[in-house]
């Protein structure tokens, strides 16, 4: 059984407790406040897509480099980020088979391109964050997409759709609505389809393995995050 996970949400540091920083999680507009072992888990997992094996070897690297051990078990913080939403995964007999069940209820929430707002996005990271200079610059460089990854962030930049629904719009040709009837309209057309069972409807279109990969590799490339609703 091959098993997937990755981070959901965005993260946020606040100032609390007489300059102390917290690390916290905007989750469905709600704020998630993470303690130092499962920020490293999270952000650990943030822009990555990675099997259970990895995120353990992963966050043991950050142990050794660290120096902070906790007496909770990383299974057990695992589990708690995912009860919580924080953390998705997906499972399947093959890795895309997992990495489609991983996807398919996940929204997707493209990084703004407004130039000014990224260029305060970008000092933010950078002094408040801090976040490397180099590592920034990488995040918020022009990004080069495919034909179907312009698609996904065209669709994205409308509404709030889960890789599911974008499948469904590839599959009926639409990538603009002028009203939320009309998108309800393309997306559940018929008296079969449901937001309950869409993921099982659509995972065996032709356009499924296309879209899975192009959310995938702009996931990957930080030009997106996931979101839940």
């Given at each position: 059984?091959?098993?997937?996970?990755?981070?959901?949400?965005?993260?946020?540091?606040?100032?609390?407790?007489?300059?102390?920083?917290?690390?916290?999680?905007?989750?469905?507009?709600?704020?998630?406040?993470?303690d130092?072992?499962e920020?490293?888990?999270w952000?650990?997992?943030?822009?990555?897509?990675?099997?259970?094996?990895?995120?353990?070897e992963?966050?043991?690297?950050?142990?050794?480099?660290?120096?902070?051990?906790?007496?909770?078990?990383?299974?057990?913080?695992?589990?708690?980020?995912?009860?919580?939403?924080?953390?998705?995964?997906?499972?399947?007999?093959?890795?895309?088979q997992?990495?489609?069940?991983?996807?398919?209820?996940?929204?997707i929430?493209?990084?703004s391109?407004?130039?000014?707002?990224?260029?305060?996005?970008?000092?933010?990271?950078?002094?408040?964050?801090?976040?490397?200079?180099?590592?920034?610059?990488?995040?918020?460089?022009?990004?080069?997409?495919?034909?179907?990854?312009k698609?996904?962030?065209?669709?994205a930049?409308?509404?709030?759709?889960?890789t599911?629904?974008?499948?469904k719009?590839?599959?009926?040709?639409?990538?603009?609505?002028?009203?939320?009837?009309?998108?309800?309209?393309?997306?559940?057309?018929?008296e079969?389809?449901?937001?309950?069972?869409?993921?099982?409807?659509?995972?065996?279109?032709?356009?499924?393995?296309?879209v899975?990969?192009?959310?995938?590799?702009?996931?990957?490339?930080?030009?997106i995050?996931?979101?839940?609703?």
């Open positions: 059984m091959n098993r997937l996970l990755t981070a959901v949400g965005h993260l946020h540091i606040e100032g609390r407790n007489k300059g102390g920083k917290i690390p916290v999680v905007i989750l469905k507009n709600r704020e998630y406040i993470l130092i072992q920020f490293v888990v952000s650990s997992l943030n822009w990555r897509i990675l099997r259970h094996d990895q995120i353990r992963l966050y043991q690297k950050k142990e050794l480099e660290t120096g902070f051990y906790s007496s909770r078990s990383f299974d057990d913080c695992m589990c708690r980020l995912i009860q919580r939403g924080l953390v998705a995964e997906g499972c399947g007999d093959t890795e895309v997992a990495l489609y069940r991983l996807l398919s209820d996940l929204y929430m493209p990084i391109e407004n130039p000014l707002l990224r260029l305060c996005s970008f000092f933010r990271l950078c002094v408040f964050g801090e976040v490397p200079y180099s590592t920034a610059k990488k995040i918020f460089c022009k990004d080069k997409r495919t034909a179907d990854e698609k996904v962030i065209r669709l930049k409308q509404t709030l759709l889960s599911a629904e974008i499948i719009c590839f599959e009926r040709n639409k990538l603009d609505f002028c009203c939320e009837e009309e998108l309800l309209d393309t997306l559940y057309y018929d079969f389809t449901t937001s309950d069972n869409i993921a099982d409807m659509v995972s065996y279109l032709p356009e499924c393995r296309p899975m990969l192009s959310v995938a590799n702009l996931y990957l490339r930080k030009q995050i996931f979101e839940r609703i």
